[in-house]
C-alpha cells in the first residue's frame, strides 16, 4: 500500500472557525510532512514530522496548529485563517534514516478556501 | 538560502519530438527527485537521483544528476500527448540532521500537441 490519504477533499471555512486537516498512511513511513500549494506555483513545506515529534517548523504563522498523535496519522488545525491561506494542502510521508531515500509520496490534498 | 531553478517554465512540444528540462540548484545537495502534477491533482514521484552521475529511465522520460554542476536534467523523448502536466524538480537539504527538507522549482508546464 503505497497510500497517503487526506480528508476532507474540500473545506470552506471563515475567518473565526476552527477546523482540522487529517493525513493517514499505512506504509511504515516515519516522517510526515505538510505543504502548502498556491495555484500555478510550487509546494512550500510547512512542517515535518519525524519519529512522531516536531522537527522543522519553517516559520509558519501559529494559526497553524500541527499535531502528529500516532506514527500514521498527521493533523493539521487551523484557527483564525486569513483568506490569503486558501491554498491545497499536500500532507507527504517518507521514510526516515540513514540509507533511505526520503522519497516523498503526496495525499490528494485538501482545497482550503477561507471566507 | 536554496534556490532551485528550472527552465524552461512553459514548453509546448509537438508529438514525437524531444526536449529537455533543466533543473539549477544554487547550493551542494545530493539528493534531487522529480515529480509530476497534472491539473488539480496531487504529485507523483517520477524519478529519485541520490548521487553525482545517477541515471534513471521510466518510459519516454529519462532524468539524470551531476552535482558539480548543481544540474539535473529531465530527458523526454518521442513526446506523447499523454506526458502534459506540470513537472518539479526538488532539492533535498538537510535539516537539522536528517534529509526530507524538499525545495522545490517553479515548475516546467509541458503541453503536447499533435
Known amino acids: 500500500d503505497t497510500e497517503v490519504t487526506q480528508t476532507p477533499k474540500h473545506l470552506v471555512m471563515g475567518m473565526t472557525n476552527k477546523k482540522s486537516l487529517k493525513c493517514e498512511q499505512h506504509?511504515?513511513?516515519?516522517?510526515m510532512y505538510w505543504y502548502k500549494q498556491k495555484a500555478k506555483k510550487p509546494p512550500e513545506l510547512m512542517f515535518v514530522?519525524?519519529?512522531?515529534?516536531?522537527?522543522i517548523n519553517e516559520s509558519v504563522p501559529s494559526r497553524f496548529s500541527p499535531e502528529c498523535p500516532n506514527s500514521s496519522l498527521l493533523n493539521l488545525h487551523l484557527h483564525a485563517l486569513q483568506p490569503e491561506d486558501s491554498a491545497l494542502y499536500l500532507c507527504?510521508?517518507?521514510?526516515?534514516?540513514?540509507?533511505?531515500?526520503?522519497?516523498?509520496?503526496f495525499g490528494p490534498g485538501t482545497r482550503l478556501t477561507v471566507t | 538560502e536554496l534556490k532551485v531553478e528550472q527552465n524552461p517554465l512553459f514548453l509546448s512540444m509537438q508529438e514525437e519530438k524531444n526536449y529537455t528540462i533543466y533543473c539549477n540548484y544554487s547550493?551542494?545537495?545530493?539528493?534531487l527527485y522529480w515529480y509530476r502534477q497534472d491539473p488539480g491533482k496531487s504529485l507523483e514521484s517520477l524519478f529519485v537521483?541520490?548521487?553525482?552521475?545517477a541515471v534513471k529511465q521510466e518510459g519516454r522520460l529519462m532524468a539524470s544528476l551531476d552535482t558539480k554542476a548543481r544540474l539535473s536534467t529531465l530527458h523526454i523523448t518521442a513526446a506523447v500527448h499523454d506526458l502534459s502536466a506540470t513537472y518539479f524538480c526538488?532539492?533535498?537539504?538537510?535539516?537539522?540532521?536528517?534529509?526530507?527538507?524538499?525545495?522545490f522549482g517553479q515548475g516546467t508546464i509541458l503541453t503536447v500537441h499533435p
Open positions: 507527504a510521508s517518507s521514510q526516515e534514516g540513514q540509507g533511505t531515500s526520503y522519497e516523498q509520496y
Open positions: 506504509m511504515g513511513h516515519r516522517a
Open positions: 514530522y519525524s519519529y512522531e515529534k516536531l522537527s
Open positions: 547550493t551542494t545537495s545530493d539528493r
Open positions: 537521483l541520490l548521487s553525482n552521475g
Open positions: 526538488a532539492v533535498d537539504r538537510p535539516g537539522g540532521t536528517s534529509y526530507g527538507k524538499l525545495t
